[in-house]
């Protein structure tokens, strides 16, 4: 997804831990320029977590006289476009963006992940298909298919095509901070998107925000602000975005945390945690809500916990914050505060 280019060695047929390897992944690029990046040696192999084979050692000095130099490629493999690596980097990446096809498949991917759009259904075999065959060249694109090019798909009856596109459908009403994550902005993490999004309140402020105001976000430094920035300079980047407006993909927007005057929303200072199964929505959305009005929201139960939304099923974080003298709140009254109603003390 971010254009990475995983080196690989090519070996004489061995017998490691139970299955043949033919091929494995090398070092990091500055191991290889120690080792002399040459091919023709002997080396030693392991199964990384007993799952991926892997180079763990080469040895030097039983490799051939005249050996050659493996050296690194100049364009993608899979694009064409060029590779560069960073100064006092080790990786190359390709720097074909969405132009290049794996790292639209895999940004497709991140796209419609779970804390991100939350596209349910749309998995690595139908995004595959949808690449592979030119119906879809950015995320703006998925909102343009209808059922009967979803049905077209191999392995896709009516009824799973009529669920995606419902599914692609419910996408539209998201968050700032999680089209901020699904835009795959490199570094830009939950985290750093949902403090981005906080900030600046709206996308446009945020598009229009140089490296020095960036930095001023919390947890926002100079490499991560360089990497916003650059990628918001780019044409076809808020190109996207103007798409993804146009295909009415929305999100609530505020005047953020900058401009001084906005407020921190009716439940800061509050640190929420929620447990057990939810009825009339998910919890990912109960807690992005959560958020909109200001609290913070933990996965683990601790004195600093101001309240626990208790669904069904709820566990040990139940017991735990009934231990604390946390106050508990079940469904009904999450969905009383969460319509702006204040609940009884």
Partial sequence: ????????????????????????????????????????????????????????RVLLARRPAGATVAAGPTQCPECGSAVEREEGGAILRCTGGF????????????????????????????????????????????????????????RMAEKSATNLHAAIAHSRATTLARLLFGLG???????????????????????????????????????????????????????????LRDAGVTWSEGAGAESGTASQGPLAGLSFVITGTLAAMTRDEAEDRLRELGAKVSGSVSRKTSILVAGADAGSKLRKAEELGVRVLDEQALLTLLRGQRLPD
């Fill in 185 to 243: 902005i490199r570094d830009v993490g939950e985290a750093t998107a949902l403090a981005l999004a906080t900030h600046f309140g709206s996308l446009d402020a945020l598009m229009a925000a140089d490296v020095e105001r960036l930095q001023g976000v919390r947890d926002v430094g100079p490499v991560v602000a360089a990497r916003v920035a650059a990628w918001f300079a780019v044409k076809a980047n808020r190109q996207l975005v103007q798409a």
């Fill in 1 to 56: 997804r971010t254009g990475a280019l995983t080196r690989g060695a090519r070996l004489e047929p061995g017998f490691v831990g139970g299955v043949t390897v033919s091929t494995a992944t090398l070092p990091t690029l500055a191991e290889r320029a120690r080792e002399g990046g040459r091919g023709g040696a002997p080396v030693c192999v392991r199964r990384a977590g007993d799952v991926i084979p892997e180079v763990a």
């Fill in 99 to 154: 132009r290049c096809r794996a790292q639209r498949k895999e940004g497709l991917l991140h796209f419609a992940s779970r804390r991100a759009l939350d596209i349910e259904g749309l998995g690595e075999r139908l995004v595959d298909q949808l690449v592979d065959s030119g119906r879809v060249a950015t995320p703006a694109d998925l909102y343009t298919l209808d059922v009967a090019a979803l049905a077209q798909l191999e």
